[in-house]
């Protein structure tokens, strides 16, 4: 079964720019989606098919992927940005949908 | 406004069953995939099962095949999942979701409905 690899942990100072990464075999050739989870909340889609932001949320999110490794790249990082977040693919060798283990993003 | 809405969670010993059950409304239910995805008690979100428009198509993750049934009702705007044979493992927030299909996201999510399996 397919496989996707997030770190479990990012930290980022007020301001900058975090990146989290999701690996997975040739998830280049697949359409990757993120999604951000505050505690006790369910999960909200920020980014779609590896770079497209669905409406309201802010420009400061962005996607790309290519080859071995999607990134979420998080610009002017404010504290509300803290929480985890999760990529998922759809796996079609075994139609079901597949999510990375998540990343606890911490703005410092 | 999209809304997603479970319920039916609940204790329940192993080896019991439940039925979870998501009202829907805001969007034409009837065109569209549903899925649910489960997060166990600190840990990250999994991928259960998801169902086509009609019914027609089902698919699960390997560990609830066998176990577990969704299916819909377009008519009532409802998803159910069926769940036997439980086990500890599980517990966890069951989150039904918008499916839109193959290479698209789940673009909206309800709150969650806590199971708990446990003697």
């Known amino acids: 079964s397919y496989e996707l690899t997030q770190p479990l942990s990012v930290s980022v100072a007020l301001g900058q720019t975090a990146r989290i990464t999701c690996g997975g075999n040739?998830?280049?050739?697949?359409?990757v989606h993120w999604y951000q989870q505050k505690p006790g909340q369910a999960p909200v889609l920020v980014i779609y098919r590896d770079s497209n932001r669905p409406s309201g949320i802010p420009e400061r999110f962005s996607g790309s992927n290519s080859g071995n490794t999607a990134t979420l790249t998080i610009s002017r990082a404010q504290a509300g940005d803290e929480a985890d977040y999760y990529c998922q693919v759809w796996d079609s060798s075994t139609a079901s949908g597949v999510f990375g283990g998540g990343t606890k993003l911490t703005v410092l | 406004e999209v809304q997603l809405v479970e319920s039916g969670g609940g204790l329940v010993q192993p080896g019991g069953s439940l039925r979870l059950s998501c009202a829907a409304s805001g969007f034409t239910f009837s065109s569209y995939w549903m899925s649910w995805v489960r997060q166990a008690p600190g840990k990250g979100l999994e991928w259960v099962a998801n169902i086509k428009q009609d019914g027609s198509e089902k698919y699960y993750v390997d560990s609830v095949k066998g176990r577990f049934t969704i299916s819909r009702d377009n008519a009532k705007n409802s998803l159910y999942l069926q769940m036997n044979s439980l086990r500890a493992e599980d517990t966890a927030v069951y989150y039904c979701a918008r499916d839109p299909g193959s290479s698209w996201p789940l673009d909206y999510w309800g709150q969650g409905t806590l199971v708990t399996v446990s003697s």
């Open positions: 040739n998830i280049g050739s697949k359409n």
